[in-house]
Protein backbone atom coordinates (compact mmCIF):
# COMPACT_ATOMS: atom_id res chain seq x y z
CA UNK A 1 0.00 0.00 0.00
CA UNK A 2 1.07 3.62 -0.36
CA UNK A 3 0.57 4.49 2.73
CA UNK A 4 -0.53 8.17 3.01
CA UNK A 5 1.70 9.07 6.16
CA UNK A 6 3.29 11.71 5.54
CA UNK A 7 6.50 12.96 6.90
CA UNK A 8 7.33 16.40 8.42
CA UNK A 9 8.93 17.15 4.87
CA UNK A 10 6.36 16.06 2.67
CA UNK A 11 3.98 17.80 5.10
CA UNK A 12 5.21 21.16 4.11
CA UNK A 13 5.73 20.81 0.75
CA UNK A 14 2.01 19.43 -0.22
CA UNK A 15 0.52 22.52 1.98
CA UNK A 16 2.98 24.72 -0.37
CA UNK A 17 1.52 22.99 -3.21
CA UNK A 18 -2.02 23.07 -1.70
CA UNK A 19 -1.45 26.70 -0.92
CA UNK A 20 -0.62 27.65 -4.79
CA UNK A 21 -2.98 25.43 -6.45
CA UNK A 22 -6.40 26.23 -4.21
CA UNK A 23 -5.97 22.39 -2.69
CA UNK A 24 -5.79 20.64 -6.26
CA UNK A 25 -2.98 18.49 -6.89
CA UNK A 26 -2.15 15.42 -8.09
CA UNK A 27 1.06 14.40 -6.29
CA UNK A 28 3.61 12.70 -7.91
CA UNK A 29 1.50 11.66 -10.41
CA UNK A 30 0.58 13.67 -13.83
CA UNK A 31 -1.94 16.33 -13.73
CA UNK A 32 -5.07 15.09 -14.70
CA UNK A 33 -7.61 17.81 -14.83
CA UNK A 34 -7.55 17.36 -18.41
CA UNK A 35 -8.56 13.32 -18.29
CA UNK A 36 -6.47 11.47 -20.68
CA UNK A 37 -8.09 9.32 -23.18
CA UNK A 38 -7.30 5.90 -24.40
CA UNK A 39 -5.59 7.25 -27.66
CA UNK A 40 -3.21 9.06 -25.78
CA UNK A 41 -0.43 6.84 -24.88
CA UNK A 42 1.69 9.99 -23.66
CA UNK A 43 -0.13 10.44 -20.18
CA UNK A 44 -0.51 7.72 -17.43
CA UNK A 45 -3.59 6.88 -17.11
CA UNK A 46 -5.30 7.28 -13.60
CA UNK A 47 -5.21 4.03 -11.50
CA UNK A 48 -5.03 2.54 -15.40
CA UNK A 49 -8.34 3.24 -16.87
CA UNK A 50 -9.26 4.51 -19.81
CA UNK A 51 -11.60 7.56 -19.93
CA UNK A 52 -14.85 6.68 -21.23
CA UNK A 53 -19.23 7.72 -20.83
CA UNK A 54 -20.94 5.33 -18.84
CA UNK A 55 -23.85 7.90 -18.82
CA UNK A 56 -24.67 6.13 -15.45
CA UNK A 57 -26.16 7.49 -11.80
CA UNK A 58 -23.42 6.06 -9.45
CA UNK A 59 -25.04 6.52 -5.58
CA UNK A 60 -23.17 6.16 -2.14
CA UNK A 61 -25.46 5.64 1.30
CA UNK A 62 -23.63 6.28 4.05
CA UNK A 63 -24.71 7.16 7.62
CA UNK A 64 -24.50 10.64 9.54
CA UNK A 65 -22.09 9.61 11.76
CA UNK A 66 -18.29 9.74 12.27
CA UNK A 67 -15.52 11.31 9.62
CA UNK A 68 -18.81 11.00 7.41
CA UNK A 69 -21.04 14.03 8.70
CA UNK A 70 -17.95 16.64 7.58
CA UNK A 71 -14.96 15.06 5.77
CA UNK A 72 -15.88 12.69 2.89
CA UNK A 73 -17.94 14.71 0.65
CA UNK A 74 -18.79 18.60 -0.79
CA UNK A 75 -21.92 19.22 -2.27
CA UNK A 76 -20.21 22.68 -3.30
CA UNK A 77 -17.14 24.56 -3.50
CA UNK A 78 -16.56 26.27 -0.51
CA UNK A 79 -12.78 27.58 -1.31
CA UNK A 80 -11.59 26.04 1.83
CA UNK A 81 -8.67 23.47 1.48
CA UNK A 82 -10.25 20.13 2.25
CA UNK A 83 -13.50 21.38 1.01
CA UNK A 84 -11.67 22.22 -2.48
CA UNK A 85 -10.44 18.55 -2.46
CA UNK A 86 -13.72 16.87 -2.09
CA UNK A 87 -15.47 18.72 -4.39
CA UNK A 88 -12.15 18.07 -6.79
CA UNK A 89 -12.34 14.22 -6.45
CA UNK A 90 -15.75 13.94 -7.58
CA UNK A 91 -15.93 15.93 -10.06
CA UNK A 92 -12.53 14.65 -11.94
CA UNK A 93 -13.88 11.32 -11.40
CA UNK A 94 -17.65 12.39 -12.79
CA UNK A 95 -16.12 13.75 -15.78
CA UNK A 96 -13.74 11.28 -16.61
CA UNK A 97 -15.74 8.61 -16.26
CA UNK A 98 -19.06 9.87 -17.16
CA UNK A 99 -21.54 9.35 -14.56
CA UNK A 100 -23.58 11.39 -11.83
CA UNK A 101 -22.15 10.62 -8.50
CA UNK A 102 -25.00 10.81 -5.53
CA UNK A 103 -24.23 11.38 -2.16
CA UNK A 104 -27.79 9.63 -0.09
CA UNK A 105 -27.40 10.16 3.67
CA UNK A 106 -29.45 7.70 6.01
CA UNK A 107 -30.38 9.03 9.72
CA UNK A 108 -27.66 7.05 11.51
CA UNK A 109 -25.89 3.79 11.34
CA UNK A 110 -29.07 1.16 12.38
CA UNK A 111 -30.41 2.57 8.63
CA UNK A 112 -27.82 1.72 6.36
CA UNK A 113 -28.36 -1.86 6.37
CA UNK A 114 -32.35 -2.17 6.27
CA UNK A 115 -31.60 0.24 2.76
CA UNK A 116 -29.68 -2.21 1.23
CA UNK A 117 -31.53 -5.43 2.16
CA UNK A 118 -34.27 -3.01 0.32
CA UNK A 119 -32.48 -3.05 -3.01
CA UNK A 120 -30.80 -6.57 -2.70
CA UNK A 121 -34.02 -8.49 -1.81
CA UNK A 122 -36.08 -6.23 -4.41
CA UNK A 123 -33.18 -6.76 -6.95
CA UNK A 124 -33.08 -3.52 -7.54
CA UNK A 125 -29.66 -1.48 -8.14
CA UNK A 126 -30.23 1.59 -5.90
CA UNK A 127 -26.68 1.71 -4.15
CA UNK A 128 -23.48 1.05 -6.19
CA UNK A 129 -21.04 2.00 -2.72
CA UNK A 130 -22.20 1.47 1.09
CA UNK A 131 -20.04 3.24 3.70
CA UNK A 132 -20.50 1.68 7.31
CA UNK A 133 -20.44 1.89 10.94
CA UNK A 134 -17.15 0.29 11.54
CA UNK A 135 -19.12 -2.24 13.36
CA UNK A 136 -22.81 -2.30 13.55
CA UNK A 137 -24.29 -4.95 11.03
CA UNK A 138 -21.28 -5.67 9.18
CA UNK A 139 -21.55 -9.38 9.62
CA UNK A 140 -25.21 -9.62 9.43
CA UNK A 141 -24.81 -7.86 5.78
CA UNK A 142 -22.15 -10.24 4.84
CA UNK A 143 -23.75 -13.81 5.79
CA UNK A 144 -27.41 -12.23 4.74
CA UNK A 145 -26.17 -11.97 1.47
CA UNK A 146 -26.30 -8.59 0.62
CA UNK A 147 -22.29 -8.01 -0.42
CA UNK A 148 -20.45 -8.52 -3.18
CA UNK A 149 -17.31 -10.01 -3.02
CA UNK A 150 -14.76 -7.57 -4.79
CA UNK A 151 -12.67 -10.24 -5.56
CA UNK A 152 -14.90 -10.78 -8.11
CA UNK A 153 -15.08 -7.42 -9.80
CA UNK A 154 -12.59 -7.35 -12.63
CA UNK A 155 -11.98 -3.40 -12.55
CA UNK A 156 -11.01 -2.91 -9.23
CA UNK A 157 -7.27 -3.67 -8.45
CA UNK A 158 -7.13 -4.43 -4.51
CA UNK A 159 -3.23 -4.57 -4.95
CA UNK A 160 -3.24 -1.32 -6.39
CA UNK A 161 -1.25 1.24 -4.43
CA UNK A 162 -4.07 3.26 -3.29
CA UNK A 163 -5.33 0.01 -1.32
CA UNK A 164 -5.18 -0.75 2.45
CA UNK A 165 -3.38 -4.24 1.38
CA UNK A 166 -2.75 -5.61 5.44
CA UNK A 167 -6.18 -4.34 6.62
CA UNK A 168 -7.72 -6.17 3.89
CA UNK A 169 -6.54 -9.11 4.40
CA UNK A 170 -7.29 -8.88 8.01
CA UNK A 171 -10.87 -8.39 6.43
CA UNK A 172 -10.99 -11.12 4.20
CA UNK A 173 -12.70 -14.37 4.96
CA UNK A 174 -12.24 -17.43 3.38
CA UNK A 175 -10.88 -15.52 0.48
CA UNK A 176 -13.85 -13.45 0.23
CA UNK A 177 -13.22 -9.59 0.58
CA UNK A 178 -16.79 -8.14 1.51
CA UNK A 179 -15.59 -5.31 3.51
CA UNK A 180 -12.53 -3.63 1.84
CA UNK A 181 -10.35 0.01 3.01
CA UNK A 182 -8.79 2.08 0.06
CA UNK A 183 -7.67 6.05 0.69
CA UNK A 184 -10.90 6.91 0.08
CA UNK A 185 -11.97 5.53 3.71
CA UNK A 186 -9.93 8.22 5.92
CA UNK A 187 -8.77 7.06 9.18
CA UNK A 188 -10.06 7.78 12.50
CA UNK A 189 -7.89 6.20 15.23
CA UNK A 190 -7.65 7.47 19.17
CA UNK A 191 -4.81 9.72 20.44
CA UNK A 192 -3.47 10.44 23.79
CA UNK A 193 -3.55 14.30 24.40
CA UNK A 194 -0.76 15.79 27.03
CA UNK A 195 -0.90 19.44 29.17
CA UNK A 196 2.98 21.04 28.32
CA UNK A 197 2.13 23.18 30.78
CA UNK A 198 2.12 20.50 33.61
CA UNK A 199 4.85 18.68 31.89
CA UNK A 200 6.82 21.81 32.43
CA UNK A 201 5.42 22.74 35.68
CA UNK A 202 6.18 18.98 37.09
CA UNK A 203 10.05 18.98 35.19
CA UNK A 204 8.57 15.84 34.00
CA UNK A 205 10.20 13.91 30.12
CA UNK A 206 9.57 14.84 27.27
CA UNK A 207 6.95 13.31 26.14
CA UNK A 208 7.85 13.32 22.36
CA UNK A 209 11.74 12.21 22.75
CA UNK A 210 9.84 8.95 24.91
CA UNK A 211 8.22 8.41 21.62
CA UNK A 212 10.96 8.58 19.28
CA UNK A 213 12.89 6.40 21.82
CA UNK A 214 10.55 3.50 22.14
CA UNK A 215 10.54 4.47 25.58
CA UNK A 216 6.60 5.51 25.40
CA UNK A 217 4.61 2.75 27.40
CA UNK A 218 1.99 2.21 29.95
CA UNK A 219 4.26 1.88 32.65
CA UNK A 220 5.87 4.55 31.79
CA UNK A 221 2.55 6.96 31.62
CA UNK A 222 1.74 5.55 34.85
CA UNK A 223 5.11 6.77 36.49
CA UNK A 224 4.27 10.33 35.15
CA UNK A 225 0.76 10.34 35.92
CA UNK A 226 1.34 9.96 39.65
CA UNK A 227 3.59 13.29 39.60
CA UNK A 228 0.77 15.69 39.54
CA UNK A 229 -2.59 14.02 40.80
CA UNK A 230 -3.64 16.36 43.83
CA UNK A 231 -6.56 17.44 45.67
CA UNK A 232 -7.78 20.57 45.74
CA UNK A 233 -7.92 21.11 49.81
CA UNK A 234 -11.35 19.68 50.41
CA UNK A 235 -10.59 16.36 50.93
CA UNK A 236 -13.14 14.83 48.87
CA UNK A 237 -11.81 13.27 45.61
CA UNK A 238 -14.32 14.42 42.51
CA UNK A 239 -13.69 16.28 39.31
CA UNK A 240 -12.65 19.37 40.90
CA UNK A 241 -9.52 17.54 41.57
CA UNK A 242 -6.37 17.49 39.43
CA UNK A 243 -5.60 13.79 37.61
CA UNK A 244 -2.77 12.43 36.09
CA UNK A 245 -5.33 10.82 33.00
CA UNK A 246 -8.55 11.42 32.50
CA UNK A 247 -10.14 9.03 30.70
CA UNK A 248 -13.32 8.03 29.21
CA UNK A 249 -15.15 5.03 28.96
CA UNK A 250 -15.98 2.44 25.98
CA UNK A 251 -14.34 2.39 22.70
CA UNK A 252 -11.77 4.55 23.69
CA UNK A 253 -10.73 2.38 26.56
CA UNK A 254 -10.49 -0.66 23.39
CA UNK A 255 -7.75 0.93 21.69
CA UNK A 256 -5.80 -0.28 24.83
CA UNK A 257 -5.90 -3.63 22.99
CA UNK A 258 -4.03 -2.98 19.72
CA UNK A 259 -1.83 -0.32 21.36
CA UNK A 260 -0.61 -3.40 22.78
CA UNK A 261 0.05 -5.08 20.06
CA UNK A 262 -2.90 -7.69 20.20
CA UNK A 263 -6.29 -8.07 18.26
CA UNK A 264 -9.58 -10.15 18.97
CA UNK A 265 -8.79 -12.72 15.78
CA UNK A 266 -6.36 -13.80 13.20
CA UNK A 267 -6.44 -16.44 10.30
CA UNK A 268 -5.93 -19.74 9.78
CA UNK A 269 -4.25 -21.44 7.05
CA UNK A 270 -7.95 -21.27 5.36
CA UNK A 271 -8.27 -17.61 5.62
CA UNK A 272 -10.93 -18.49 8.82
CA UNK A 273 -11.15 -16.22 11.46
CA UNK A 274 -10.13 -17.43 15.05
CA UNK A 275 -10.16 -16.45 18.11
CA UNK A 276 -6.76 -14.49 19.42
CA UNK A 277 -6.82 -13.16 22.98
CA UNK A 278 -5.45 -16.04 24.81
CA UNK A 279 -1.78 -15.41 24.30
CA UNK A 280 0.49 -14.63 27.09
CA UNK A 281 0.76 -10.95 25.87
CA UNK A 282 -3.62 -10.26 26.53
CA UNK A 283 -2.65 -11.55 30.16
CA UNK A 284 -0.04 -8.97 30.45
CA UNK A 285 -1.73 -6.07 28.80
CA UNK A 286 -5.02 -7.05 31.22
CA UNK A 287 -3.17 -6.81 33.92
CA UNK A 288 -1.42 -3.56 33.46
CA UNK A 289 -4.38 -1.92 31.71
CA UNK A 290 -6.15 -3.16 34.98
CA UNK A 291 -3.83 -0.81 36.74
CA UNK A 292 -3.72 1.66 34.51
CA UNK A 293 -7.99 2.17 35.13
CA UNK A 294 -7.77 1.81 39.10
CA UNK A 295 -4.86 3.65 39.88
CA UNK A 296 -6.24 6.70 41.92
CA UNK A 297 -4.61 8.85 39.60
CA UNK A 298 -7.11 7.85 36.77
CA UNK A 299 -10.88 9.71 36.40
CA UNK A 300 -13.02 7.65 34.36
CA UNK A 301 -16.12 9.21 33.50
CA UNK A 302 -18.88 8.40 30.34
CA UNK A 303 -18.18 9.60 26.80
CA UNK A 304 -21.08 11.04 24.94
CA UNK A 305 -22.68 9.12 21.91
CA UNK A 306 -24.24 11.91 19.77
CA UNK A 307 -28.14 11.82 19.40
CA UNK A 308 -28.57 9.11 22.24
CA UNK A 309 -30.67 10.31 25.53
CA UNK A 310 -30.12 6.69 27.33
CA UNK A 311 -26.68 7.80 27.72
CA UNK A 312 -26.00 10.46 30.31
CA UNK A 313 -22.45 10.93 30.11
CA UNK A 314 -20.22 11.91 33.46
CA UNK A 315 -17.86 15.00 34.28
CA UNK A 316 -15.19 15.15 31.64
CA UNK A 317 -11.80 15.54 32.51
CA UNK A 318 -9.51 16.29 29.73
CA UNK A 319 -6.55 18.38 29.30
CA UNK A 320 -8.69 21.45 27.85
CA UNK A 321 -10.01 22.05 31.51
CA UNK A 322 -6.16 22.16 32.69
CA UNK A 323 -6.82 19.51 35.17
CA UNK A 324 -5.18 16.58 33.54
CA UNK A 325 -1.94 15.57 32.59
CA UNK A 326 -3.32 13.24 29.75
CA UNK A 327 -6.35 12.48 28.27
CA UNK A 328 -7.82 10.39 25.34
CA UNK A 329 -9.62 11.58 22.68
CA UNK A 330 -10.71 10.35 18.95
CA UNK A 331 -9.01 12.05 15.90
CA UNK A 332 -11.59 13.28 14.26
CA UNK A 333 -12.77 15.42 17.60
CA UNK A 334 -9.89 17.26 17.74
CA UNK A 335 -11.52 20.12 16.36
CA UNK A 336 -13.49 20.06 19.60
CA UNK A 337 -9.79 21.59 21.46
CA UNK A 338 -9.46 24.34 18.60
CA UNK A 339 -10.65 27.13 21.03
CA UNK A 340 -9.48 25.76 24.56
CA UNK A 341 -6.08 28.04 26.17
CA UNK A 342 -4.94 25.05 27.01
CA UNK A 343 -1.56 24.09 25.39
CA UNK A 344 -1.50 20.89 24.50
CA UNK A 345 0.35 17.98 22.47
CA UNK A 346 -0.70 14.92 20.62
CA UNK A 347 0.86 11.21 21.15
CA UNK A 348 -0.31 7.57 20.40
CA UNK A 349 -1.31 5.18 22.74
CA UNK A 350 1.50 3.83 24.49
CA UNK A 351 3.02 0.33 23.93
CA UNK A 352 2.55 -2.68 26.77
CA UNK A 353 6.11 -2.66 26.61
CA UNK A 354 9.56 -1.10 24.76
CA UNK A 355 10.06 -4.22 23.33
CA UNK A 356 6.94 -4.38 20.84
CA UNK A 357 8.75 -2.46 17.63
CA UNK A 358 5.79 -0.09 16.80
CA UNK A 359 2.88 1.94 17.98
CA UNK A 360 -0.33 0.56 17.08
CA UNK A 361 -3.57 2.57 16.77
CA UNK A 362 -6.73 1.33 15.67
CA UNK A 363 -8.91 2.52 12.69
CA UNK A 364 -12.68 3.41 13.98
CA UNK A 365 -13.79 4.78 10.75
CA UNK A 366 -16.30 3.49 9.04
CA UNK A 367 -15.56 0.58 6.07
CA UNK A 368 -16.69 0.51 2.45
CA UNK A 369 -18.97 -2.22 0.33
CA UNK A 370 -20.84 -3.06 -2.85
CA UNK A 371 -24.57 -4.31 -2.62
CA UNK A 372 -24.90 -7.95 -4.54
CA UNK A 373 -27.59 -6.42 -6.36
CA UNK A 374 -25.67 -3.82 -8.53
CA UNK A 375 -26.06 -4.31 -12.42
CA UNK A 376 -23.06 -3.03 -13.48
CA UNK A 377 -19.87 -3.81 -11.18
CA UNK A 378 -17.60 -3.11 -14.05
CA UNK A 379 -18.93 0.82 -13.71
CA UNK A 380 -18.95 0.55 -9.96
CA UNK A 381 -15.28 -1.25 -9.95
CA UNK A 382 -13.65 1.88 -12.34
CA UNK A 383 -15.60 4.85 -9.73
CA UNK A 384 -14.28 3.39 -6.54
CA UNK A 385 -10.67 3.17 -8.31
CA UNK A 386 -10.99 6.40 -9.33
CA UNK A 387 -12.75 8.26 -6.10
CA UNK A 388 -9.89 5.96 -3.98
CA UNK A 389 -7.49 7.02 -6.70
CA UNK A 390 -7.62 11.12 -6.35
CA UNK A 391 -8.55 10.59 -2.70
CA UNK A 392 -4.77 9.43 -2.26
CA UNK A 393 -3.58 12.51 -4.36
CA UNK A 394 -5.91 15.56 -3.20
CA UNK A 395 -8.03 14.64 0.04
CA UNK A 396 -5.60 13.32 2.22
CA UNK A 397 -3.01 15.86 1.87
CA UNK A 398 -5.92 18.40 2.80
CA UNK A 399 -6.59 16.28 5.30
CA UNK A 400 -3.31 15.44 7.11
CA UNK A 401 -1.29 18.53 6.28
CA UNK A 402 -4.64 21.16 6.40
CA UNK A 403 -7.05 19.23 8.61
CA UNK A 404 -4.82 17.67 11.11
CA UNK A 405 -1.72 19.43 10.82
CA UNK A 406 -2.45 23.27 10.47
CA UNK A 407 -5.52 23.49 12.05
CA UNK A 408 -5.26 20.88 15.27
CA UNK A 409 -1.81 19.94 16.20
CA UNK A 410 0.06 23.20 17.75
CA UNK A 411 3.95 22.00 16.81
CA UNK A 412 5.79 20.43 14.57
CA UNK A 413 6.64 17.82 16.72
CA UNK A 414 2.84 16.54 17.06
CA UNK A 415 2.90 16.74 13.32
CA UNK A 416 5.30 14.01 14.07
CA UNK A 417 3.31 12.48 16.08
CA UNK A 418 0.05 12.17 14.20
CA UNK A 419 2.65 10.69 11.27
CA UNK A 420 3.32 7.88 13.74
CA UNK A 421 -0.11 7.30 15.01
CA UNK A 422 -1.79 6.97 11.27
CA UNK A 423 1.15 4.96 9.78
CA UNK A 424 0.58 2.65 12.90
CA UNK A 425 -3.47 2.19 11.96
CA UNK A 426 -4.63 -2.12 12.17
CA UNK A 427 -8.30 -3.28 11.05
CA UNK A 428 -8.90 -6.08 13.40
CA UNK A 429 -12.21 -8.76 11.93
CA UNK A 430 -12.66 -9.58 15.30
CA UNK A 431 -13.84 -6.05 16.54
CA UNK A 432 -15.51 -4.75 13.12
CA UNK A 433 -17.41 -8.10 12.58
CA UNK A 434 -18.09 -9.12 15.88
CA UNK A 435 -17.50 -6.01 18.19
CA UNK A 436 -21.32 -6.17 19.16
CA UNK A 437 -21.79 -9.87 19.15
CA UNK A 438 -21.81 -12.15 22.46
CA UNK A 439 -18.94 -13.64 23.43
CA UNK A 440 -16.26 -11.62 21.44
CA UNK A 441 -17.82 -8.41 22.25
CA UNK A 442 -16.57 -8.87 26.14
CA UNK A 443 -12.86 -8.41 25.21
CA UNK A 444 -13.65 -5.89 22.82
CA UNK A 445 -15.48 -4.03 25.66
CA UNK A 446 -12.53 -5.41 28.47
CA UNK A 447 -12.03 -1.57 29.38
CA UNK A 448 -15.06 -1.41 31.08
CA UNK A 449 -15.09 -4.87 32.33
CA UNK A 450 -11.84 -4.04 34.06
CA UNK A 451 -12.53 -0.77 35.51
CA UNK A 452 -16.65 -1.83 36.71
CA UNK A 453 -16.83 -4.07 40.05
CA UNK A 454 -16.01 -7.37 40.58
CA UNK A 455 -12.98 -7.96 37.97
CA UNK A 456 -11.37 -11.07 39.14
CA UNK A 457 -8.01 -11.29 36.64
CA UNK A 458 -8.01 -11.98 32.92
CA UNK A 459 -7.89 -15.76 33.71
CA UNK A 460 -11.20 -15.63 35.07
CA UNK A 461 -12.27 -13.69 32.36
CA UNK A 462 -10.79 -15.72 29.83
CA UNK A 463 -12.73 -18.77 31.11
CA UNK A 464 -15.88 -17.12 31.48
CA UNK A 465 -15.78 -16.16 27.46
CA UNK A 466 -13.26 -17.76 25.23
CA UNK A 467 -15.99 -20.52 24.73
CA UNK A 468 -18.55 -18.32 23.77
CA UNK A 469 -16.56 -16.22 21.53
CA UNK A 470 -14.72 -19.23 19.47
CA UNK A 471 -18.54 -20.66 18.93
CA UNK A 472 -19.77 -17.01 17.64
CA UNK A 473 -16.25 -16.69 15.52
CA UNK A 474 -16.94 -20.58 13.94
CA UNK A 475 -20.80 -19.78 13.25
CA UNK A 476 -19.49 -16.98 11.19
CA UNK A 477 -16.90 -18.95 9.57
CA UNK A 478 -19.58 -21.20 8.47
CA UNK A 479 -22.05 -18.85 7.25
CA UNK A 480 -19.37 -16.95 5.02
CA UNK A 481 -18.46 -20.48 3.06
CA UNK A 482 -22.60 -21.22 2.54
CA UNK A 483 -23.01 -17.56 1.29
CA UNK A 484 -23.24 -17.64 -2.83
Known sequence: MKKRIISLLLLTTMLTSLAACGGDSDGDRENTDTA?????????????????????EFTILYPYWGLYENSFFAEENSGEAMNVALFNRQLKVEEYLGVDIINHKVAGIEAVMPAVQEGVMAGDDLYQMVLTHCITNTAAMIT????????????????????????NKNLSVLGKQYFAISDYMLPDPNAVLFNKTMINDYKLENPYDLVREGKWTIDKMMEMMSAVTKDNGDSVW??????????????????????????????????ELIFAMDKERAYTMAEKLNALLSSPDTFIYAFTIDNDPTRIAGESMNVSNGRSLFSLVASSKLDDYRETTIDFGILPYPKLDEDQENYISNDWSGMMCVPSSVQ?????????????????DEVIPAYYDVVLGEKLSRDDDSKEML???????????????FGFTSGVNAFWDIGDRISGSGWGGYASFLAANKSSAEATIKAFNEAVADVE
Do not use: Q, R
Open 376 to 392: NPEMVGEVIELLSYYTA
Open 36 to 56: PTSTDTAEVLPAGIEKKNWDA
Open 238 to 271: DVKDTYGFGCPDDWYLASFIYSSGLTLTEKNEDD
Open 419 to 433: SIIFDGIVFDAGMNY
Open 144 to 167: SGYLLDLNTVSTINLDGEWWNHVS
